[in-house]
């Protein structure tokens, strides 16, 4: 048995040290230069030994790249790339860094199928497929990249994991703006753009779960953010504006969205459609159709969001039952402020709260805001229940002052299971990328 431990270490030091080296630069790195030293750039590429920084000059290239080194690739004055309907720029290699390209006239405008990758400010608009096609690839940074007008989706991801995009611009494309396809777990987007897009702005799909959303904008898509059969993801401080319906879950349970944005949408704000479990709570849906709608969805959180002015409900629940909702402000809803046609459902806390109430201290259950609602009490809290429709359902402890100072604690958010990737993972991961492990398109 000892025997054995020892040869497992053995073994896990020396991948752990295959992994390294494929990272690590080379000790006399050298600066190519093209077109001065080579005419291509796929020259200077064949020509280089892994750690040495090939510097591209403007113009237009004539080819198709192939990155299969552990370089440094960057271009001066936005080099083009006309690809010729092929591939403008494929990554194999892992550990590259690849920016300040413009890729036009491609299949597929920059494709990445290994790992530990740094993309910056590189454009792939206008391709007959998608923009920048993302693979089996893990642990890569995406920064300020640009990939509108594409025939199919914007940026696709498969089968990726621990990715991180930042201020990337994927619009106009006739698909997806940004998908995460299947199986695309822990990675984050934070402050990219997504708007125009013939389908969905962003769509998280098929088990893409624990991935992180913050401050991203979705506008004028057919739906703004989408998730289907995708669970434990957070939504925080998203804009979906002006889309068919701003943000719609399906079949995805234990999320969590907080203080999104979903107004001025064609149909509905926010759409839960059999879900289960997620927490939405400091959202606001406003100027929709309808606020929010959960159909065929239970044992879900609302708490603290803001639905007014809709033109016909705020929130409309629809064979939906179990679900707490609570510290919500209803108002100037055209048709009804909220609609339930099943029971029960809570709408109030589920637990007895401290709060501050005109400078005095509390302690209550806490229903939600109505506008039209006015009974006034000591307290902050109405003196008559409110109902809710026709069904059983009933605010018992309807806020008797929309414009009151309560403050009270935000619900607990679902925990995400985003777990820290162990030390097998990490040499699995780059194991694939080392074999150069690429498994075509998720189409």
């Known amino acids: 048995m000892l025997i054995r431990i020892k040869q497992s270490y053995i073994l896990l030091s020396i991948l752990i040290l295959l992994a390294v080296l494929s990272l690590a630069p080379a000790v006399n790195a050298a600066t190519i230069t093209v077109p001065t030293q080579y005419s291509t750039i796929q020259a200077a590429i064949n020509a280089a030994n892994p750690g040495d920084t090939i510097s591209v000059n403007s113009g237009v290239y004539n080819e198709n790249v192939i990155v299969n080194k552990t ?138 779960n624990n991935n992180t959303f913050t401050r991203n904008t979705a506008n004028d898509n057919s739906a703004g953010i989408g998730l289907d059969e995708s669970s434990y993801n957070t939504l925080t401080e998203n804009t979906a504006n002006k889309d068919d319906t701003g943000i719609q879950l399906d079949n995805s349970n234990n999320n969590n969205l907080t203080g999104n944005t979903a107004n001025n949408n064609k149909y509905n704000g926010i759409y839960l459609e059999s879900n289960n479990n997620n927490n939405l709570a400091g959202n606001t849906a406003n100027n929709n159709l309808n606020g929010i709608l959960l159909s065929y969805s239970g044992n879900n959180n609302l708490t603290g969001n803001t639905v007014n002015s809709n033109d016909d409900t705020g929130i409309y629940l629809y064979s939906s039952n179990n679900n707490v909702m609570w510290l919500n402000m209803l108002q100037n809803n055209h048709n009804s402020n909220a609609y339930s046609d099943t029971s029960p459902n809570s709408w109030n806390s589920s637990i007895m709260m401290s709060y501050m109430y005109n400078g005095a201290k509390y302690f209550n ?34 806020m008797a002052n929309s414009s009151s100072t309560i403050v009270a604690p935000t619900a607990t958010p679902i925990p995400t299971n985003t777990p820290t990737p162990s030390v097998s993972t990490l040499i699995a991961l780059s194991i694939i990328g080392i074999v150069g492990y690429c498994i075509g398109n998720k189409k």
Do not use: H
């Open 71 to 208: 370089i440094i690739l960057i271009g001066n004055g936005m080099p083009t790339i006309n690809a010729n309907r092929g591939e403008g720029i494929n990554i194999t290699a892992n550990g590259t860094t690849v920016q300040g390209f413009n890729v036009t006239n491609s299949s597929y405008g920059i494709v990445i199928c290994s790992s530990g990758n740094t993309l910056t400010k590189n454009t792939a608009n206008n391709s007959w497929d998608e923009g920048i096609s993302i693979t089996n690839s893990n642990f890569n940074n995406f920064t300020g990249n640009t990939a509108n007008n594409n025939d199919g989706d914007g940026i696709g991801l498969s089968n990726s994991n621990y990715n991180n995009f930042t201020g990337n611009t994927a619009n106009n494309n006739i698909a997806t703006g940004i998908i995460l396809a299947r199986q695309n777990s822990n990675n984050n987007f934070t402050g990219n753009t997504a708007n125009n897009n013939g389908a969905t702005g962003i769509e998280i799909d098929y088990s893409s």
């Open 365 to 398: 259950y806490t229903g939600n805001y109505w506008g039209d609602y006015s009974d006034a009490s000591v307290d902050g809290i109405g003196l008559t229940p409110y109902n809710i429709n026709a069904s059983n359902d009933v605010d018992y402890y309807p």
